[in-house]
């Protein structure tokens, strides 16, 4: 089954830097890499997501990349604000209809 | 906004007690699941389900059952609580269906948890 690997499992940055979080995924047929939120007492909610015929997207202050030769995708963070501390997860799923599979968790903690 | 929502958000029961954790959405998505969260922060897919009278069992064994005789309903139920059990019990659901000719990304929405611990 589809193994995801997510790095560093905590991350401590100043206000106003930059923040990235790496993930890498075993199966070739995965197709679909969301990123989710948790912020504490709540459950992880949907920030962004890539589909595999796309190497970039982003969206305000947050971009994701995929490289699909390599198997792996990151999650970039810009111009971090206080609000930002949170657990960020990455995911990796293959056709539509089948389960998520999950990284272990990045804690990201924004330092004023 | 996601409308799914999980009872109790906190529970404390002593070592033997029957528990039952409620989930309830009101999207009308077809697939529901039930994921623990250690304290460690990962997710275990312990329980999921792709329909009325369809429930699987997940990735990480448990001893918890679930039901789902509703399509809103997904309730995850301890016989005898133990020690073991403690932990964060998230509830999640997608939709798989096709609107407008394209297909749902399948996005998980979650509920806020129930957190149980077993004394």
């Known amino acids: 089954g589809e193994n995801v690997e997510q790095h560093p499992s905590t991350l401590s940055v100043q206000e106003g830097d930059s923040a990235v979080i790496k993930c890498t995924y075993s199966d070739s047929a995965s197709n679909y890499f969301p990123w989710y939120k948790q912020e504490l007492g709540k459950g992880p909610q949907l920030i962004i997501d890539i589909r595999s015929n796309v190497g970039e997207k982003k969206d305000q202050r947050i971009a994701v990349t995929l490289n699909k030769t390599a198997k792996h995708f990151s999650l970039h963070i810009t111009e971090t604000q206080p609000e930002d501390s949170a657990v960020y997860f990455c995911?990796?799923?293959?056709?539509?209809?089948?389960?998520?599979?999950f990284g272990g968790g990045t804690r990201v903690l924004v330092k004023p | 906004e996601a409308d799914i929502y999980q009872t109790p958000r906190y529970l404390v029961i002593g070592t033997g007690k029957k528990i039952t954790l409620e989930c309830s959405q009101t999207?009308?998505?077809?697939?529901m699941y039930w994921y623990q969260q250690d304290p460690g922060m990962e997710l275990h897919l312990i329980h999921y389900s792709y329909g009325v009278n369809s429930t699987e069992k997940g990735d990480l064994s448990s001893e918890s059952t679930v039901s789902r005789i509703r399509t809103e309903h997904f309730p995850l139920t301890l016989e005898s609580a133990r020690p073991s059990h403690t932990s964060q019990y998230l509830c999640?659901?997608?939709?798989?269906?096709?609107?407008?000719?394209?297909?749902?990304?399948?996005?998980?929405?979650f509920g806020e948890g129930s957190r149980l611990t077993v004394l």
């Open positions: 995911a990796a799923r293959k056709a539509a209809g089948n389960k998520l599979t």
């Open positions: 999207m009308g998505h077809d697939k």
């Open positions: 999640a659901s997608s939709d798989s269906s096709v609107r407008r000719g394209l297909a749902s990304t399948g996005e998980l929405f």
